[in-house]
């Protein structure tokens, strides 16, 4: 998957029981944050504020966890008072479709549902503001 090419399609629910789609997030700037528990929790919750600070500016956040439980996630998400929509890929069939191999790893995706950035690794929050700015449509 190379920058400008149209991302995989998503499917599947998130843990509140909504559908997930590239389609739900069309028109917005979309941050896929994929991350495990054992190594990218905290970097997690430091995305809340982000979050909403931002959902209402055409920017998504959806946080997809590989490998582990439903019921992990869900309590992670809860303990954590994390809003933003998070799905659970407990056998990593859409990090592998994502070609993702490292935690955390975060793709940004325009509007138009193509690739703009692939991150490999700690970001922090303003470095994430810097990358997404330039595809919100103002």
Known sequence: MAIGQAVPPLSGLDIQGEQVSLSRFRGKVLVLFFWKSSCCGDKLKLLEPYY????????????????????????????????????????????????VFGFPTLFIIDSQGKLQKKILGDISVAQLEKLVAPYVVQ
């Open 52 to 99: 909403g600070h931002n959902s209402d500016k055409g920017v998504a956040l959806l946080a997809i966890n590989a490998g582990d439980s439903r019921s992990t996630v869900e309590t992670f998400a809860r303990d954590g008072g994390l809003t933003f929509p998070m799905q659970c890929d407990e056998y990593a069939m859409t990090a592998r479709q994502y070609g």
